[in-house]
């Protein structure tokens, strides 16, 4: 009987590749800089490798925000500074709300049955600020950002974490998340049932297995 469910923000209910775009589009204008869409690619490719990175505990969040920019501007060969553009970058990132289709919906349809408790690896003024200007916050139980929880998903520290402020055992909770090795294989290998949103149509590594695989929100509703 589940009670409870843990539920990625970024990717998940929010539109963090879209939210990113308009942020770094508004970052470069406010520099001079010139910006064209495909610009953005190289953002994707550098920060999702240095998330993965962190994942895998090769480097430090705070590590990852000093050199994010320095190294998309020089892999753009543009000359800018990097601590400021990752300063301009996260004042956009927390006041753009893009959500993802249906996150709405599926926040509503979940927080009726359920108790929700956003689960992310991120800054906890940045996510809080961001599910507010969606007007999101209403939806959730709680918060487990990693900043405040003092570890990252998939380790099973965070996962202690938040089982020790709550009253429910590993089986009454689901765990929702785009990311294969956050979301996924973390969830799994500490116990809890998990939904991997493969909203990217992207295929699994063998060793990551989830319980279910949405391609669309709305098709949670089949499943809790
Ligand atoms: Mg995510």
């Known amino acids: 009987m589940k009670k409870a469910i843990f539920i990625d923000i970024d990717n998940t209910l929010l539109d963090f590749d879209k939210c990113a775009h308009l942020s770094m589009k508004h970052s470069f204008e406010d520099f001079g800089l010139p910006f064209d869409d495909s610009m953005f690619d190289t953002f994707e490719r550098v920060n999702l490798s240095l998330w993965h990175s962190l994942e895998n505990g090769y480097i430090s969040k705070d590590q990852l925000f000093k050199i994010r920019w320095s190294t998309v501007l020089a892999a753009l060969n543009v000359k800018a500074d990097?601590?400021?553009?990752?300063?301009?970058?996260?004042?956009?990132?927390?006041?753009?709300?893009?959500?993802?289709?249906?996150?709405?919906?599926?926040?509503?349809?979940?927080?009726?049955k359920y108790k929700v408790y956003a689960t992310s690896n991120a800054t906890y003024e940045q996510q809080i600020s961001r599910l507010k200007n969606a007007d999101f916050d209403k939806y959730f139980s709680g918060y487990f950002i990693s900043e405040r929880v003092g570890f990252e998903k998939p380790s099973k520290e965070f996962f202690d974490v938040c089982f020790a402020s709550l009253p429910y055992s590993v089986d009454e909770v689901t765990m929702i998340g785009d990311s294969p090795t956050a979301d996924?294989?973390?969830?799994?290998?500490?116990g809890l049932d998990t939904i991997w949103f493969n909203h990217r149509g992207e295929s699994l590594?063998?060793?990551?297995?989830?319980?279910?695989?949405?391609?669309?929100?709305?098709?949670?509703?089949?499943?809790l």
């Not at 996260?90 to 009726?112: F, G, M």
């Open 82 to 112: 990097g601590i400021l553009m990752e300063k301009q970058f996260k004042h956009y990132i927390n006041t753009v709300a893009i959500t993802i289709d249906y996150a709405k919906e599926i926040l509503e349809y979940l927080s009726s």
């Open 205 to 223: 590594p063998d060793d990551i297995k989830p319980k279910f695989t949405v391609n669309h929100l709305k098709e949670i509703e089949n499943i």
């Open 184 to 190: 996924i294989k973390g969830g799994v290998k500490y």
